[in-house]
């Protein structure tokens, strides 16, 4: 059975740009506007007439995944991890979009372990984008976590005392360093990966286990 026609969600920003290397050791090609930064379309065609393209916010393409809006996607692992019940396979990673998700704190109490003890502490405020991730693995240390939910400007919160702690995104650590924070411990380590819809996946297996060898060749 296949679909007369499905979807496939791909994220904006710098996981975009790393996949399209993937893209082009495919067959897949997308109307050319779709790497256009200023185009305000959010679908767009491709070469095979079967296939659509959606363009979303990167936090978003689990969730057109999860809903069955899109049939497949490519996601980092965060945010599929802070769906509480993302309801999709994940047969892939691409590994692009590498970075980690990390707890980190002022510099001038990161030290101090010993010494204070809010570091003892059995409930904290942590700022961050991923308040699941943050309560469940503050969960499992015997530590309730309250989540402030910010979706940028994370290392400011300590600055102006909205809390001590913050659980968010790092690369290389430069943001983390010129703000005056220091990375304490690593939550998740993260790359992106080809997501499916489950019913999708039940319902079009041989389309959609097409498109999974499609990229898994490209990797190869």
């Given at each position: ?10 994220p ?6 790393e ?18 930064d ?34 497949l996607?490519?996601a980092?692992?965060?945010?599929i991890?802070?769906c509480?019940d ?5 047969p892939l ?7 980690r998700l ?6 001038k ?13 059995t409930?904290?405020r ?8 943050t ?7 015997g530590?309730?976590?309250?989540c ?7 290392e400011?919160a ?11 995104l790092?690369s ?12 304490l411990?690593t939550?998740?380590?993260v790359?992106?990966?080809l ?10 297996p ?6 999974i060898?499609l990229?898994?060749e490209?990797?190869?």
């Amino acid at each position: 059975m296949t679909p007369q026609r499905y979807v496939l969600a791909l994220p904006k920003g710098r996981i975009l740009k790393e996949f399209q290397g993937i893209l082009t050791k495919t067959p897949l090609r997308i109307e050319d506007d779709f790497y256009d930064d200023a185009c305000r379309k959010l679908m767009f065609a491709t070469n095979r007439p079967d296939l659509s393209v959606i363009r979303v916010r990167s936090f978003d393409v689990a969730t057109f995944v999860r809903y069955g809006a899109a049939h497949l996607g490519v996601a980092g692992m965060d945010a599929i991890a802070e769906c509480q019940d993302p309801d999709v396979y994940v047969p892939l990673n691409l590994g692009i979009g590498a970075c980690r998700l990390s707890v980190a704190a002022p510099e001038k109490w990161a030290d101090s372990e010993k010494t204070d003890p809010f570091w003892h502490a059995t409930h904290i405020r942590v700022a961050t984008k991923y308040p699941n991730i943050t309560q469940q693995y503050y969960a499992q240390k015997g530590i309730q976590a309250e989540c402030v939910k910010l979706n940028g400007a994370m290392e400011l919160a300590p600055a102006l005392g909205l809390c001590r702690r913050i659980v968010d995104l790092v690369s290389s650590g430069e943001t983390l360093r010129m703000n005056g924070l220091k990375e304490l411990e690593t939550i998740l380590p993260v790359t992106a990966h080809l997501i499916v819809n489950r019913t999708a996946y039940k319902l079009y297996p041989d389309a959609m286990g097409e498109m999974i060898a499609l990229f898994q060749e490209a990797l190869s």
